[in-house]
T-cell receptor, first 112, second 114 residues
Framework: GQQLNQSPQSMFIQEGEDVSMNCTSS?????WLWYKQDPGEGPVLLIA?????ELTSNGRLTAQFGITRKDSFLNISASIPSDVGIYFC????????????FGKGITLSVRP | DVKVTQSSRYLVKRTGEKVFLECVQD?????MFWYRQDPGLGLRLIYF???????EKGDIPEGYSVSREKKERFSLILESASTNQTSMYLC?????????????FGPGTRLLVL
């Protein structure tokens, strides 16, 4: 099946630093989503983006829907230890019957 | 609050056993999904369902089947478990129509097949 590209697989940052993750695809999506999975839990939706160029914030998180509709990025500012986890991007085509395509995820570690 | 529960957090089974993973959601969602999660591979869709008694194959259905007899419950069945089915299994649900892209996940079942 189709996949979204997220790299690197792991990122290590210092507490207080900002971090940016991006997600790319060879095809167009009409909705982009960012999920976070805490250790030992299921993923939880962080931000949803519905229009090309849209920039949305949720606290220290900011995400953008790329103009080409083939990419999205997530930025975390002033990282804290509880930001540790796996960050997945996901995309949805119109008419896909709610079937999401997920990236492989980026594991974020935050050093105190 | 949406709640998706999975019958077990950890499960150990032997090769060849029939395994049932149960998922229940309490928000009257029409859509339900089963994924498996493996390191470096992300989330891969096994099966999904849009309605009671309805099922569709996802990207990796081989070796699995599903059952949806009631709207709130979606079961994943491993007819004859194999070691390559050792994985984390995640169930999710969502509404249909607007906001259908927002999937709510359960905590996962970590299955070990010996």
């Amino acid at each position: 099946g189709q996949q979204l590209n997220q790299s690197p697989q792991s990122m290590f940052i210092q507490e207080g630093e900002d971090v940016s993750m991006n997600c790319t695809s060879s095809s167009i999506f009409n909705t982009w989503l960012w999920y976070k999975q805490d250790p030992g839990e299921g993923p939880v939706l962080l931000i949803a983006l519905y229009k090309a160029g849209e920039l949305t914030s949720n606290g220290r998180l900011t995400a953008q829907f790329g103009i080409t509709r083939k990419d999205s990025f997530l930025n975390i500012s002033a990282s804290i230890p509880s930001d540790v986890g796996i960050y997945f991007c996901a995309g949805l085509h119109t008419g896909a019957n709610s079937k999401l395509t997920f990236g492989k995820g980026i594991t974020l570690s935050v050093r105190p | 609050d949406v709640k998706v529960t999975q019958s077990s957090r950890y499960l150990v089974k032997r090769t060849g056993e029939k395994v049932f993973l149960e998922c229940v959601q309490d928000m009257d969602h029409e859509n339900m999904f089963w994924y498996r999660q493996d390191p470096g591979l992300g989330l891969r869709l096994i099966y999904f369902s849009y309605d009671v008694k309805m099922k569709e194959k996802g990207d990796i259905p081989e070796g699995y089947s599903v059952s949806r007899e009631k709207k709130e419950r979606f079961s994943l069945i491993l007819e004859s478990a194999s070691t390559n089915q050792t994985s984390m299994y995640l169930c999710a649900s969502s509404v249909q129509g607007p906001s259908a892209e927002t999937q709510y996940f359960g905590p996962g079942t970590r299955l070990l097949v010996l």
